[in-house]
Structure formats: structure tokens, C-alpha cells
């Protein structure tokens, strides 16, 4: 991976799928382990991970309900 500077990185992480993040996060862990950017890709991991779980969950609940 590319290391990007914060400004790329904040620019390009709006247009990265979950897995996408979970990449670089581990990528970032793995090789250059800045601590900002670790934490970066942490929020906007677990801001995606938890928009996936509410969606599903909020599925759940409203397919039990029409029953």
C-alpha cells in the first residue's frame, strides 16, 4: 500500500468499503504503525462495522414485526 499522507487519507477513506478500511488498518498495523493514522482508520472501521450491524439489526426487528 501507498503511504498517504493525512490529507489523502482522509480524502480516499469516504469512498472505502469495510473491508476496504480493514485493509489498510491492518496494513497500517502490520508496516508503518503511525498511531494518528491507526486511529483514523479505527474510527471510520468501526463507523462502517456499526452502520452494517444497525442496518441489519433494524431489519430484523421490522421483518418480525409485519409477521
Given at each position: 500500500?501507498?503511504?498517504?499522507?493525512?490529507?489523502e487519507l482522509n480524502?480516499?477513506?469516504?469512498?472505502?468499503?469495510?473491508?476496504?478500511?480493514?485493509?489498510?488498518?491492518?496494513?497500517?498495523?502490520?508496516?508503518?504503525?503511525?498511531?494518528?493514522?491507526?486511529?483514523?482508520?479505527?474510527?471510520?472501521?468501526?463507523?462502517?462495522?456499526?452502520?452494517?450491524?444497525?442496518?441489519?439489526?433494524?431489519?430484523?426487528?421490522?421483518?418480525?414485526?409485519?409477521?
Amino acid at each position: 500500500m501507498k503511504r498517504l499522507t493525512w490529507r489523502e487519507l482522509n480524502h480516499t477513506l469516504g469512498t472505502k468499503t469495510e473491508a476496504e478500511v480493514l485493509d489498510m488498518l491492518n496494513e497500517e498495523r502490520a508496516n508503518l504503525r503511525r498511531v494518528v493514522v491507526l486511529e483514523r482508520l479505527h474510527q471510520r472501521y468501526n463507523s462502517l462495522r456499526i452502520t452494517r450491524e444497525r442496518i441489519g439489526l433494524l431489519m430484523e426487528a421490522t421483518s418480525k414485526w409485519k409477521r
